[in-house]
T-cell receptor
Framework: EAEVAQSPRYKITEKSQAVAFWCDPISGHATLYWYRQILGQGPELLVQFQDESVVDDSQLPKDRFSAERLKGVDSTLKIQPAELGDSAMYLC????????????FGSGTRLTVV | GQNIDQPTEMTATEGAIVQINCTYQTSGFNGLFWYQQHAGEAPTFLSYNVLDGLEEKGRFSSFLSRSKGYSYLLLKELQMKDSASYLCAVRDNYGQNFVFGPGTRLSVLP
């Protein structure tokens, strides 16, 4: 079964440092999402890509977060500088038009900022 | 605005039936989804409703009433492995963006 690949699985970083996460969606999925999930809460959308274009980044804290999907395939989410409140699970998901069953999520990156 | 409401926690006994409710108020509607999420893992798809009524998949069923902005997930013959968080999510009209509820943490006791 096709999967969304994410790395690293876990990341511990000190506050004020830079951190990056990588996602490779299911082959052929044009739409890619980055979500942040704080412990005990539901996922919140950070950014949505359609191919290489950003469709929605209204909830992305642009002073410290950036995301790119240069060739419309894999994507990188960066935080610089990291803050204690950024500790969360960062989930990547992908979908294709007409995919009635919704997203396929990757395994996520658990970020701890110390 | 977008608002999705679910109970925070529920407890049930192995072998029993449990119903997890979800109410929503969203600017658009193009389907309601239920996901299961075990602790520390990614959400996995359970069910999808776009029309009113009941969708059944084995031990899991999901119901939707669009006029009431209401859905529920019904889990039958509960097993210990069903202990997880259950996320209700609504897909809006304008794209494939999902809005997730806060999740309901279900504990199944022996």
């Amino acid at each position: 079964e096709a999967e969304v690949a994410q790395s690293p699985r876990y990341k511990i970083t000190e506050k004020s440092q830079a951190v990056a996460f990588w996602c490779d969606p299911i082959s052929g999925h044009a739409t890619l999402y980055w979500y942040r999930q704080i412990l005990g809460q539901g996922p919140e959308l950070l950014v949505q890509f359609q191919d290489e274009s950003v469709v929605d980044d209204s909830q992305l804290p642009k002073d410290r977060f950036s995301a790119e999907r240069l060739k419309g395939v894999d994507s990188t989410l960066k935080i610089q500088p990291a803050e204690l409140g950024d500790s969360a699970m960062y989930l990547c998901a992908s979908s294709s038009p007409g995919q009635g069953y919704g997203y396929t999520f990757g395994s996520g990156t658990r970020l701890t900022v110390v | 605005g977008q608002n999705i409401d679910q109970p925070t926690e529920m407890t049930a006994t192995e072998g029993a039936i449990v119903q997890i409710n979800c109410t929503y108020q969203t600017s658009g509607f193009n389907g309601l989804f239920w996901y299961q999420q075990h602790a520390g893992e990614a959400p996995t798809f359970l069910s999808y409703n776009v029309l009113d009524g009941l969708e059944e998949k084995g031990r899991f069923s999901s119901f939707l009433s669009r006029s009431k902005g209401y859905s529920y997930l019904l889990l039958k013959e509960l097993q210990m492995k069903d202990s997880a968080s259950y996320l209700c999510a609504v897909r809006d009209n304008y794209g494939q963006n999902f809005v997730f509820g806060p999740g309901t943490r279900l504990s199944v006791l022996p």
